[in-house]
């Protein structure tokens, strides 16, 4: 047996052992982590009377201009219903376009307008803010281990709905 990065290695195979008390403070980690990155667009959101539902439904729209509701769906796993109440309220504000579909009428496809990605922009450049720093700080070696673990704590379709946005059309 030798050691690899401080793991076990048995017959070329490298074991990690974590204890339920090493889990559970990673488990406390993310949740701070988390409520770190929500609390500059949480401090935004809530000048205008948005919350996180808002921000997701424009990150997306953004990151896939003229994707669909049922794609919008299908990449928060929200319900029609709070989905309509989001985007009827961004409607309303002048942030998101609806447009009809040209193939399929039924089919509604969703823009930014030029508020919507000036908001979008002033929410991801905070987050993209903590991120570059946390990246910095943390170097190369841990960024790409942090991002295999994320990546393996998603479900499978939702590591095949992230790397398809991530990669983009093939």
Do not use: C, W
């Amino acid at each position: 047996m030798t050691e690899a990065r401080g793991a076990p290695v048995y017959g070329g195979e490298t074991l990690l052992y974590l204890t339920d008390e090493q889990l559970r403070q990673g488990i406390e980690a993310m949740f701070f982590a988390y409520r770190g990155f929500t609390a500059d667009p949480d401090r935004i959101l809530a000048e205008l009377a948005y919350g996180r539902a808002h921000h997701r439904a424009v990150h997306f729209i953004n990151r896939a201009p003229g994707t669909t509701v049922n794609n919008l769906l299908a990449i928060l796993g929200v319900t029609k219903q709070s989905l309509n109440r989001v985007l009827r309220t961004l409607i309303a504000d002048g942030l998101v376009e609806s447009r009809v579909g040209n193939i399929d009428k039924r089919e509604r496809h969703l823009y930014l307008t030029d508020a919507g990605a000036a908001l979008e922009a002033q929410l991801s450049d905070a987050q993209r803010a903590r991120m570059r720093a946390a990246y910095r700080a943390a170097g190369p070696e841990a960024v790409a281990g942090f991002r295999r673990v994320l990546e393996a704590m998603m479900d499978p379709d939702m590591r095949r709905a992230y790397r398809k946005l991530r990669d983009g059309p093939a």
